[in-house]
C-alpha cells in the first residue's frame, strides 16, 4: 500500500513569487489536510480538503489556496511568497471522514528568498 | 482558543531510563488525542491514539500514553528507552467541529545516549 507522496521535496522561490505544492492522498483516503511546520515548532493547520470541498481552515491568508481533485489527490498554492513562508509543508490524508486518524507524507521545504 | 502544551522541549536519557513526556491541551469538549513521531530524517509518523474507551492506550515500540480527562492531559511512557527512540515527539489534538484540524504541541526532542 502506498503511503502519502508529495511533491516536490525542496523548492527555492524568490519573494514575490507563487507556489504549488502537490501530495497524493493514500490509497482508499478521501480526506487531505495541509499543515506549515516552520523550524523547531509543530505543525500549523492551514486547510482541509474533504470530498472535493474545503472543510475547515486554520489562521492562514487567503493567498494561501488549495484544491481537491476527483482522485482526492490535493494541490496547495500559495500566491505573493513572503520570507515567512519558508517552512516545511506537510499534508496528511485520512480514511472516511475528516476526523479520522490522519497519516502524514514526508513533506515539501520550501525556502523563500 | 484551543492550544496543546508541551512542558518538555529538550530531553536527554540514557537508554534503559524511563521515559515520561507530558501533553496538557486546552479544550472542554470531546477531544481525539495522538502521539506523533518524527525520527531523524523521516516523517511523521502515529505512534498511538486516544478516541474513546481504555484511557491507557498502548502503542508501537513500546509506547504507551494515559488519558487523564481531569488533568486535560496525555501523557506518552515508555518503561525503558532505546537508542533508536531518539527522535521528536509531537502531542496532537482534534478539538470541536467537524473538521479534521490537528492541533499539536511545540514538540519534545528526545536524546537517548547509548
Known amino acids: 500500500e502506498t503511503g502519502v507522496t508529495q511533491s516536490p521535496t525542496h523548492l527555492i522561490k524568490t519573494r514575490g513569487q507563487q507556489v504549488t505544492l502537490r501530495c497524493s492522498s493514500q490509497s482508499g483516503h478521501n480526506t487531505v489536510s495541509w499543515y506549515q511546520q516552520a523550524l523547531g515548532q509543530g505543525p500549523q493547520f492551514i486547510f482541509q480538503y474533504y470530498r472535493e470541498e474545503e472543510n475547515g481552515r486554520g489562521n492562514f491568508p487567503p493567498r494561501f489556496s488549495g484544491l481537491q481533485f476527483p482522485n482526492y489527490s490535493s494541490e496547495l498554492n500559495v500566491n505573493a511568497l513572503e520570507l515567512d513562508d519558508s517552512a516545511l509543508y506537510l499534508c496528511?490524508?485520512?480514511?472516511?471522514?475528516?476526523?479520522?486518524?490522519?497519516?502524514f507524507g514526508p513533506g515539501t521545504r520550501l525556502l523563500v528568498l | 482558543a484551543q492550544s496543546v502544551s508541551q512542558h518538555n522541549h529538550h530531553v536527554i536519557l540514557s537508554e534503559a531510563a524511563s521515559l515520561e513526556l507530558g501533553c496538557n491541551y486546552s479544550?472542554?469538549?470531546?477531544?481525539?488525542l495522538f502521539w506523533y513521531v518524527q525520527y531523524p530524517g523521516q516523517h511523521l509518523q502515529l505512534l498511538l491514539k486516544y478516541f474513546s474507551g481504555d484511557p491507557l492506550v498502548k502503542g508501537i515500540k513500546g509506547f504507551e500514553a494515559e488519558f487523564i480527562k481531569s488533568k486535560f492531559s496525555f501523557n506518552l511512557r515508555k518503561p525503558s528507552v532505546q537508542w533508536s527512540d531518539t527522535a521528536e515527539y509531537f502531542c496532537?489534538?482534534?478539538?470541536?467541529?467537524?473538521?479534521?484540524?490537528?492541533?499539536f504541541g511545540q514538540g519534545t526532542t528526545l536524546q537517548v545516549k547509548p
Open positions: 479544550y472542554g469538549g470531546t477531544v481525539n
Open positions: 496528511a490524508s485520512s480514511p472516511e471522514g475528516p476526523r479520522e486518524t490522519q497519516y
Open positions: 496532537a489534538v482534534h478539538g470541536s467541529s467537524n473538521t479534521g484540524k490537528l492541533i
